[in-house]
């Protein structure tokens, strides 16, 4: 069955650092568009950043500008998210979505991707103290 799913999240003090990964199964991740999403309780649905043209370039939210980066990693079917001088307000649901770039109901608007076909169940981010 085609997944995504999560990995890499934890309780981190303020300051650190962690790295989430997106692991996909039945398919590669190189011809599809990316996003990555964070949900707080009690809170909206945010994107934390989109990459979907072909030259790898990537919005990133405001929150996360300088802090958050996007990679791939050698084998095709995993992605990265690097999350580095974490605040608690960084604790949420994260979560990887994939769009086929060949399809055209996907778009960016900024960081946020929509008409994603496949989405992970997410891995906690604690930021704390």
């Known amino acids: 069955q085609d997944q995504l799913v999560e990995s890499g999240g934890g309780l981190v003090q303020p300051g650190g650092s962690l790295r989430l990964s997106c692991t996909a199964s039945g398919f590669t991740l190189d011809y599809y568009a990316i996003g990555w999403f964070r949900q707080a309780p009690g809170k909206e649905r945010q994107g934390v950043l989109c990459?979907?043209?072909?030259?790898?370039?990537?919005d990133y939210a405001d929150s996360v500008k300088g802090r958050f980066t996007f990679s791939r990693g050698n084998a095709k079917n995993t992605i990265y998210l690097q999350m580095n001088s974490l605040t608690p307000e960084d604790t949420a649901l994260y979560y990887c979505?994939?769009?086929?770039?060949?399809?055209?109901?996907?778009?960016?608007?900024?960081?946020?991707?929509?008409?994603?076909?496949?989405w992970g169940q997410g891995t906690q981010v604690t930021v704390s103290s």
């Open positions: 990459m979907g043209s072909g030259d790898g370039s990537t």
């Open positions: 979505a994939a769009a086929p770039i060949s399809r055209r109901n996907w778009f960016c608007e900024g960081p946020t991707l929509h008409g994603f076909d496949y």
